[in-house]
């Protein structure tokens, strides 16, 4: 299966995951969904929160999100959004041989890098374990192979080591991100690539993100936008390709969000 937009959306509609035109078409998709399953999400938010949700928390919401049902309602929320990730990552991974998704959730992302030929395996990690039993369950034929790992990645990654680390808006959320990038460091071959996905990345935070990358020996080479559109609102995601080497030339994080005339800005 090639890295096409049409085999793309295939691809995640075998997961539920499909555009919706408006708010109100997805609350009808919501409603539909088997109203256990709807109170069961709902009872694991925190409504009003200031704070970031704790390990618990998200185990408990990450849980019930994980049934596959209620994981393709909540994802078309954002179908188009991680339809342009999807592309874009494939195509920044095109010809690696192993591949590691972190925090790969019901593994919707996990399973497009192998199935779409860009690379020759591909291994998702999460530390949610309905969302590993769903990931496996849902697995379509790839033409790579593919795992999936149930496991704390700021505490021990899948052995071996990869050439390419991927990572969609996880990462640049956890708390502390360095314990998780220095197993990432080590995890990588020489040559290997990091590309990460920055989740509600302003310059600040994403030039932040990028200096505890440097930090961890991950140099930053590249700054990109993904743009997607979904519910009617564009929303551009950071995307930074990183590699053990320096590069020659330091990329300029506020400059390239300058540049990029953001939606919004
Ligand atoms: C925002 S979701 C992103 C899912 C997917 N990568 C995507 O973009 O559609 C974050 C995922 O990271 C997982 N996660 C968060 N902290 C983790 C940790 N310390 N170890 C493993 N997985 C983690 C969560 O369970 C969740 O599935």
Redesign the pocket.
Known sequence: MPNDAAALTHHLAHYGIVPCASLTHWQARWNAVDAALRAALDATRQPGATRAPT?AE??RF?GA??VPQVAGVM?SR?ANT?HA?GSAVAALVAGRQQLL??????G???SWYAASGAVRSATG????PQ?IASARALAQAASGTLKFVD?????ALPAGTFDAIT????LS??PNAAP?LALVRNALQRDGIFVS?V?HGSAATTAEFAATLAAAGLHVHKLQFVYGTDLGQTAAHPLLLAAVAQPGTRVDIAGGFAAARLPGA
């Not at 998704?101 to 019901?106: A, M, V």
């Not at 496991?151 to 505490?155: K, L, R």
């Not at 990572?167 to 996880?170: K, L, M, Q, V």
């Open positions: 390990t998200q185990l990450y999100l994980a994802y954002q991680l990730i998704d972190l925090g790969c959730n019901i919707h992302l996990t990690i999460d530390f949610v969302c496991g704390d990645i700021t505490q990572d969609t808006h996880t959320t956890l998780a996905v989740a």
